[in-house]
């Protein structure tokens, strides 16, 4: 998969120059979206079917900090899918010195449009596949 790359905004910095910390769970959740495009089945195409994909929990470790003007490489890993919960690992990097940034997780979990779990494979066969092939074996 190819990775995302974002460019870091001069508003995304705080009084010491540096991103602030909110701005990585923002840039992770644009990874995703980037992610689930490359898959064939984007957020809208989702959302437009009836299901939605609520964040359930987010964990990130910052390893060294960004600027304005770098450019961070953000990676997706599939870490776990059960066919109903996603969670999905980050792994950020500076593009300028190949200094690595931050590792984070994301899990989801797919829901219809009362709130009640779905298995992603009645909706999406497709993608279902794509995601069992995906997760990386521990």
Not at 1 to 13: L, Q, S
Request: aromatic share 10%; charged share 30%; with cysteine.
């Amino acid at each position: 998969m190819e990775k995302y790359i974002h460019k870091v905004f001069y508003f995304e910095t705080d009084k010491m120059g540096m991103v602030h910390h909110s701005n990585y769970i923002r840039w992770m959740e644009e990874a995703r979206l980037h992610f689930l495009e490359q898959l064939g089945h984007g957020y809208r195409k989702m959302e437009d079917d009836g299901i939605i994909s609520p964040v359930l929990s987010v964990e990130c470790e910052y390893k060294s900090p960004t600027t304005f003007g770098d450019e961070v490489a953000i990676e997706i890993q599939v870490l776990e899918y059960t066919g109903v919960r996603l969670t999905i690992g980050y792994v950020m990097t500076n593009v300028k010195n190949n200094e690595l940034v931050l590792t984070g997780a994301s899990r989801h979990a797919f829901l219809d449009e009362l709130r009640r779990p779905v298995i992603l494979k009645k909706y999406f066969p497709d993608l279902d596949k794509k995601l069992k092939l995906l997760v990386i074996k521990k």
